[in-house]
């Protein structure tokens, strides 16, 4: 147990390590003009997304649900705080989908976004992070 537990927390950590960084590559690929710059930063989102954050979102799920299976579900019925933590992955999960969509566009060069609206999304998995570490650590229901 304590051993999918290190594994969730390491790969949760790549994970949203990847989801900062990339809205942020997103920023600066927005504002890039010249094709070098351009090219440099599609191969810089592409092992990005593909080689860090999508494996340490699949790690981290496949090692939460180990978590969850090896306490028996019914250790959680009626925890509130589960279900609401299970609720932000759903949505941090959608976001990451989301990213893929914007990689799509970056990809074939018809970004709708400016570098302004990039800086703000990428504020939304902040957000998300402290309210499942507040709802895993605190427990607050």
Not at 115 to 140: G, Q, S
Request: aromatic share 20%; net charge positive; glycine share 4%.
């Amino acid at each position: 147990m304590l051993w999918f537990k290190a594994l969730h927390l390491i790969f949760m950590v790549t994970w949203f390590a990847g989801l900062f960084y990339l809205p942020r590559l997103f920023v600066y690929h927005s504002m890039s003009e010249d094709q070098i710059s351009i090219d440099r930063f599609k191969i810089m989102e592409r092992k990005l997304f593909y080689g860090i954050t999508t494996p340490g979102a699949i790690l981290t799920l496949v090692f939460g649900l180990c978590i969850l299976l090896s306490n028996g579900l019914s250790a959680y019925s009626g925890q509130l705080w589960l279900t609401t933590k299970l609720f932000l992955i759903l949505i941090l999960v959608a976001y990451h989908i989301y990213c893929w969509f914007l990689l799509q566009d970056f990809k074939y060069d018809r970004n709708k976004h400016g570098h302004v609206w990039y800086r703000w999304f990428n504020e939304f998995p902040v957000l998300i992070l402290v309210l499942i570490m507040f709802l895993a650590v605190v427990r607050p229901f």
